[in-house]
């Protein structure tokens, strides 16, 4: 069993995905892994994670890390209200583009000084 299918399997089993979202998940893993080219520039990515990273003062109101092969999938499960700080859009596509480059480290550090709130997104 893959790696990505064994943390869908995890999430549901602690309760952070449904099974109807655990199942879209596996079908578009199955299909990345039918559809993926085995060549050397697909292996960099293999083991990385997008990790979204957000506190409110000393406490971690979301801690999420997804697989690069799920990220597209993943992100799109988010809703998109939840991917605002302090009115501001972040853009799924803009992210995803980057992890299509090959970026790696931090990609969006949003600080709201007034509420204590930090948004990070990075890969890893």
């Known amino acids: 069993m893959s790696e990505e299918k064994r943390m869908i399997l995890e999430m549901v089993k602690e309760g952070k995905i449904s099974v109807d979202e655990a199942e879209q998940l596996l079908e578009k893993t199955e299909s990345v892994e039918s559809a993926e080219d085995t060549s050397d520039t697909q292996k960099p990515n293999s083991k990385k994670f997008l990790r979204i990273r957000v506190t409110e003062g000393d406490k971690v109101k979301a801690n999420i890390n997804i697989p690069i092969a799920l990220a ?25 583009e980057m992890i299509k480059e090959g970026t790696e480290g931090e990609i969006v550090n949003i600080d709201a000084e007034d509420k204590g709130k930090k948004v990070k997104i990075f890969i890893g």
């Open 72 to 96: 597209k999938v993943g992100l799109k499960l988010i809703p998109k209200e939840k991917l605002k700080v302090n009115g501001e859009q972040i853009s799924i596509d803009q992210i995803l």
